[in-house]
């Protein structure tokens, strides 16, 4: 990394950003009908335990909420997804995937009474390990199909598809868990419903990300693959996300420790590979720019140093601390996103192909973008020591 003091900031001020494209509209109407159907959950969740349990119901669904996006959006620092997108993917498992899940396995367990002639509580159970995760694992991978579908650019590898799923499997959660609190302080009262909360909000808080990250690693196989076939990695995504909900449900059906606790081992084991996954991509990444980045040494926004310093997630972390003690984090940050954005860039146009134009208008915005970042430093004398 070269040694750089502080400069003046630049021309205009303000950290230099590149336009994020406008939403498209299908993109606002999901989050509006997303929107209406959170409402329509809260007023199941109000007309169930009236305005106290409501207020229980919401402040217990709620509360695990910070916690777990902070640990999700914690992978995403590398190169950060675009909010809207995010936002989708929370929205639509905190509406469309709940409510339609809702109804859809009402209306199985109804079917199940009435042309099976079985009681209320088998047709209940069977819902509840064969249908719900057929069921929810289908719409909650709905929304990673139209991400694939509108924004196949932004997912590069596994990291970006467990984030967008955990975000849907976030958001389901979330208001699931709300409509759970709120039947079960119907039957019990308070002190039912923070049983239901240690239960699922604090015992098993990410099992529905986790279900949902199986179709996101499938999802992002099949956009970033090369092979013929990739896209089946979707399907079998789906398959491994309905088993492991189904084992999930199943063993809380049998009422049994021994049978949950296991459950919960393979769960947890499931949760420590798919953390190995992004650690290792995230490496693989970094370790890309000694690749892409030498090609730009001439343009003078790239030096040698530079590389290793981009090179390595320590690095990276060390550049910024010391940049922080200078008051120019901000903008060694937006050099790090924007050469990380360009070797991604390079990365895609090999993977996909891509339009000469826009790759090039790309590439310069990106250019742009290190360019303004580098006007807060000035190189230092060289026999100067290097920052610690």
């Given at each position: 990394?070269?040694?750089?003091?502080?400069?003046?900031?630049?021309?205009?001020?303000?950290?230099?950003?590149?336009?994020?494209?406008?939403?498209?509209?299908?993109?606002?109407?999901?989050?509006?009908?997303?929107?209406?159907?959170?409402?329509?959950?809260?007023?199941?969740?109000?007309?169930?335990?009236?305005?106290?349990?409501?207020?229980?119901?919401?402040?217990?669904?709620?509360?695990?909420?910070?916690?777990?996006?902070?640990?999700?959006?914690?992978?995403?620092?590398?190169?950060?997804?675009?909010?809207?997108?995010?936002?989708?993917?929370?929205?639509?498992?905190?509406?469309?995937?709940?409510?339609?899940?809702?109804?859809?396995?009402?209306?199985?367990?109804?079917?199940?009474?009435?042309?099976?002639?079985?009681?209320?509580?088998?047709?209940?159970?069977?819902?509840?390990?064969?249908?719900?995760?057929?069921?929810?694992?289908?719409?909650?991978?709905?929304?990673?199909?139209?991400?694939?579908?509108?924004?196949?650019?932004?997912?590069?590898?596994?990291?970006?598809?467990?984030?967008?799923?955990?975000?849907?499997?976030?958001?389901?959660?979330?208001?699931?868990?709300?409509?759970?609190?709120?039947?079960?302080?119907?039957?019990?009262?308070?002190?039912?419903?923070?049983?239901?909360?240690?239960?699922?909000?604090?015992?098993?808080?990410?099992?529905?990300?986790?279900?949902?990250?199986?179709?996101?690693?499938?999802?992002?196989?099949?956009?970033?693959?090369?092979?013929?076939?990739?896209?089946?990695?979707?399907?079998?995504?789906?398959?491994?996300?309905?088993?492991?909900?189904?084992?999930?449900?199943?063993?809380?059906?049998?009422?049994?420790?021994?049978?949950?606790?296991?459950?919960?081992?393979?769960?947890?084991?499931?949760?420590?590979?798919?953390?190995?996954?992004?650690?290792?991509?995230?490496?693989?990444?970094?370790?890309?720019?000694?690749?892409?980045?030498?090609?730009?040494?001439?343009?003078?926004?790239?030096?040698?140093?530079?590389?290793?310093?981009?090179?390595?997630?320590?690095?990276?972390?060390?550049?910024?601390?010391?940049?922080?003690?200078?008051?120019?984090?901000?903008?060694?940050?937006?050099?790090?996103?924007?050469a990380t954005e360009l070797v991604m860039l390079h990365q895609r146009a090999e993977r996909d192909g891509a339009d000469l134009g826009e790759l090039t208008a790309?590439?310069?915005?990106?250019?742009?973008?290190?360019?303004?970042?580098?006007?807060?430093?000035?190189?230092?004398?060289?026999?100067?020591?290097?920052?610690?």
């Amino acid at each position: 990394m070269d040694t750089y003091e502080a400069a003046d900031p630049p021309p205009q001020g303000g950290r230099p950003r590149i336009l994020p494209p406008r939403p498209g509209k299908g993109l606002i109407a999901a989050l509006a009908i997303s929107g209406i159907c959170v409402l329509v959950a809260m007023g199941i969740v109000l007309a169930s335990g009236g305005p106290t349990g409501f207020g229980v119901s919401l402040a217990l669904g709620l509360a695990p909420l910070p916690i777990l996006l902070a640990a999700v959006l914690a992978l995403d620092r590398l190169e950060p997804e675009p909010r809207l997108n995010l936002l989708f993917a929370f929205a639509w498992g905190a509406g469309i995937a709940v409510i339609l899940g809702v109804v859809l396995e009402l209306g199985g367990t109804m079917v199940m009474v009435r042309a099976f002639e079985v009681g209320e509580r088998t047709a209940a159970t069977v819902t509840l390990v064969a249908v719900a995760p057929v069921v929810e694992e289908a719409l909650k991978g709905a929304a990673l199909l139209w991400l694939i579908w509108r924004c196949r650019r932004e997912i590069d590898g596994p990291t970006d598809g467990i984030i967008y799923a955990s975000m849907v499997g976030l958001g389901f959660a979330a208001v699931e868990n709300m409509l759970y609190y709120s039947a079960a302080f119907t039957e019990a009262g308070a002190e039912g419903a923070v049983g239901v909360f240690v239960l699922r909000g604090l015992v098993s808080p990410l099992v529905h990300p986790l279900f949902t990250s199986m179709i996101g690693l499938g999802v992002a196989h099949a956009v970033t693959a090369r092979r013929r076939g990739a896209f089946l990695a979707v399907p079998l995504g789906y398959l491994g996300a309905v088993l492991l909900h189904g084992l999930w449900n199943g063993t809380s059906a049998l009422e049994s420790l021994p049978a949950l606790g296991a459950a919960y081992l393979l769960e947890l084991a499931v949760i420590c590979g798919l953390v190995v996954v992004t650690v290792r991509e995230r490496r693989r990444l970094v370790a890309m720019m000694s690749v892409h980045l030498p090609a730009y040494l001439r343009t003078g926004l790239v030096s040698p140093q530079d590389i290793d310093m981009l090179g390595s997630l320590s690095t990276r972390r060390q550049a910024r601390r010391w940049a922080r003690g200078l008051g120019a984090g901000g903008a060694m940050s937006d050099y790090q996103q924007a050469a990380t954005e360009l070797v991604m860039l390079h990365q895609r146009a090999e993977r996909d192909g891509a339009d000469l134009g826009e790759l090039t208008a790309e590439r310069e915005a990106l250019l742009a973008v290190m360019a303004r970042s580098r006007e807060s430093f000035v190189p230092r004398s060289p026999s100067q020591p290097q920052p610690a």
